[in-house]
């Protein structure tokens, strides 16, 4: 039988996702055990996106095949007695054999986090991007507004995406303050390796006031990597919600406790 699970972690102390040769500190490499370990078998878990080290996933879906069988309440119990504090699942559940957690999604939304005060915070540490000079959300928001849309995502993308096209659909981008919070949240079809967080680069240079409103536009015109901003830090990424066919009734993921806002 196919199992999928949500999963929540903090990916500060991780190599990333992906389980490596020389690397066992990966959130799959962990995951991979704990559920070995509650079905008494070897047990292979396939994402939905791998993230990168040190970014963090609230709405993580993974699915695995069984034949061990186990209440759903089981699966998630005993995988999280298990895994270390860090990694959690929040659900568990039975899905048909043509679920599978990366081919089947239709969507995924991420969240940036932007602490920003003249001080850093020891509580938000790894959690949120510390920029200490004043931003501008208002503007940061009306800039990104041009990426939203079908569009070459070239000049956001990683030098070394192995994605076989760079276009992507946006289907919303939003920079809100929360006091001294800035969330910017971002909604497409898929993602290309380090997107985010390069629209973070050039959002940040933005709201500082470095760059005009019109430098995200122009970025994304030149389809050209090297011409772009700055590769935004991961420790403020989270990996909020994928999201599926109603059929499929995959499970909302929970919140940010530290953020007002609800994954939609």
């Not at 309440?73 to 007695?81: E, H, K, Q, S, Y």
């Not at 510390?130 to 931003?135: E, F, R, S, T």
């Not at 390069?198 to 389809?223: C, F, H, K, P, Y």
């Amino acid at each position: 039988m196919r199992i999928a699970i949500g999963i929540e972690y903090d990916g500060s102390l991780f190599k990333g996702w992906q389980r490596q040769r020389h690397a066992v500190e990966t959130v799959q490499a962990a995951v991979e055990q704990a559920l070995t370990r509650v079905a008494a078998h070897p047990v292979r878990v396939v994402c939905a996106g791998r993230t990168d080290s040190g970014v963090h996933a609230v709405g993580q879906v993974a699915h695995f095949d069984t034949e061990a069988v186990r209440e759903p309440r089981n699966w998630v119990l005993g995988a999280n007695v298990n895994l270390p504090p860090t990694v959690s699942l929040s659900w568990a559940k039975r899905v048909d054999d043509d679920f599978h957690a990366r081919f089947s999604a239709e969507s995924r939304s991420y969240r940036y986090l932007i602490l920003n005060r003249p001080t850093r915070s020891s509580l938000l540490a790894a959690r949120a991007t510390w920029v200490h000079k004043p931003l501008d959300a208002d503007r940061m928001h009306q800039a990104g507004q041009a990426l939203v849309g079908t569009h070459d995502f070239s000049s956001y993308r990683a030098m070394g995406c192995q994605a076989k096209s760079p276009v992507r659909t946006l289907h919303r981008l939003n920079v809100t303050r929360f006091g001294e919070l800035i969330e910017l949240r971002v909604h497409a079809n898929a993602f290309l390796h380090h997107m985010i967080r390069n629209i973070a680069g050039v959002l940040i240079a933005v709201g500082r006031g470095e760059r005009d409103l019109a430098w995200a536009a122009e970025v994304l015109a030149l389809r050209d990597r090297t011409l772009g901003g700055v590769t935004a830090p991961p420790d403020g990424l989270y990996l909020e919600r994928v999201w599926y066919p109603d059929s499929f009734a995959v499970p909302a993921p929970p919140g940010l406790p530290f953020v007002g806002s609800e994954a939609r």
